[in-house]
């Protein structure tokens, strides 16, 4: 079956540090959704990415899907204290279930 | 209105015990979803519903039994659960079933089998 793993699985910055989690599949994906989820919250969707190169921002927040359309990355440009939480990737092959990525969870050090 | 609620926020309840979780939405969305998250994991899907037929099981054990009453509401019955059934239980929907679709995952209902 389709795995997505992420890495870092935990990262600890400085407060105005940047922070960056990579998505890999082991297939090729039709799309790419990030979520996040605060602690003791549910996942909030970010964004989505469906074409391969993709780049999206979202203020503070980078999104790229890699040309093979096997990869993601998510950066954070100078991680503030609201930045906490678990980044999910979540990505999907055609028809199939949507398959969540292991996770990276992120705090930050005042 | 792009909210997705769901009742209890907390649930203790015995193996013997018969139990059910609620979630509702109003933005009008076709496709719901049932999903158990451990602690540090991510979500695992259990069930979808497309247009109020369940579509997809994933192989979830007949102690959960899910519901779709209405385009709306969205439940899942619980009896003689194990306390590795323990976890938080999310409910989300989306436009359509379509894995492109975004999904709005409620807050979840936090539950303990003892």
């Known amino acids: 079956g389709q795995q997505v793993m992420q890495i870092p699985q935990y990262q600890h910055v400085q407060e105005g540090e940047d922070f960056t989690t990579y998505c890999n599949s082991s297939t090729t994906l039709s799309n790419i959704q990030w979520y996040k989820q605060r602690p003791g919250g549910h996942p909030v969707f970010l964004i989505q990415?469906?074409?391969?190169?993709e780049v999206k921002k979202q203020k503070r927040l980078t999104f790229q899907f890699g040309e093979a359309k096997k990869n993601s990355s998510l950066h954070i440009t100078a991680t503030q204290t609201t930045d906490v939480g678990t980044y999910f990737c979540a990505g999907s092959r055609g028809n199939e279930k949507l398959t969540f990525g292991t996770g990276t969870r992120l705090t930050i050090i005042p | 209105d792009t909210e997705v609620t769901q009742t209890p926020k907390h649930l203790v309840m015995g193996m013997t015990n018969k139990k059910s979780l609620k979630c509702e939405q109003h933005m009008g969305h076709r496709a719901m979803y049932w999903y158990k998250q451990k602690a540090k994991k991510p979500p695992e899907l259990m069930f979808v519903?497309?247009?109020?037929?369940?579509?997809i099981n994933e192989s979830v054990p007949s102690r959960f039994s899910p519901e779709c009453p209405n385009s709306s509401l969205l439940n899942l019955h619980l009896h003689a659960l194990q306390p590795e059934d323990s976890a938080l239980y999310l409910c989300?929907?989306?436009?359509?079933?379509?894995?492109?679709?975004?999904?709005?995952f409620g807050p979840g209902t936090r539950l303990t089998v003892l």
């Open positions: 989300a929907s989306s436009q359509d079933a379509l894995y492109t679709d975004t999904q709005y």
């Open positions: 990415l469906v074409k391969s190169g």
């Open positions: 519903y497309s247009y109020e037929k369940l579509s």
